[in-house]
Nanobody
């Protein structure tokens, strides 16, 4: 099972980036994104359970980030706008067959991470 994330990079504050993730090896009923900044714990960014179509967002990204995807293709994307320096982190794609959760230990499958750096 693999979760391959791409799209990270360096962007100026106020800019945008789009992260993409493709899963292979199995299908997931929920997919999402976490992030981890240096010296900080891993935190939930956004997640969706395909069956109910409900997307959850962390409070700190509401109105700036949009999660989308395709359950049939096992892909999930994260469109990030109005980026801030505090959004700098490694972003991880996650997948599981439980309900989407803000708790990282609930998710069994993790991608390798993609670095997002926002300069001020």
């Amino acid at each position: 099972v693999q979760l391959q994330a791409s799209g990270g990079g360096l962007v100026q504050a106020g800019g945008s980036l789009r992260l993409s993730c493709a899963a292979s090896g199995r299908t997931f009923s929920s997919m999402g994104w976490f992030r981890q900044a240096p010296g900080k714990e891993r935190e939930f960014v956004a997640g969706i359970t395909w069956g109910d179509g409900i997307t959850k967002y962390a409070d700190f990204v509401k109105g700036r980030f949009t999660l989308s995807g395709d359950s049939a293709r096992n892909t999930v994307n994260l469109q990030m706008s109005s980026l801030k320096p505090e959004d700098t982190a490694v972003y991880y794609c996650v997948g599981d067959n439980k309900w989407s959760s803000r708790v990282p230990t609930v998710w069994d499958y993790w991608g390798q991470g993609t670095q997002v750096t926002v300069s001020s």
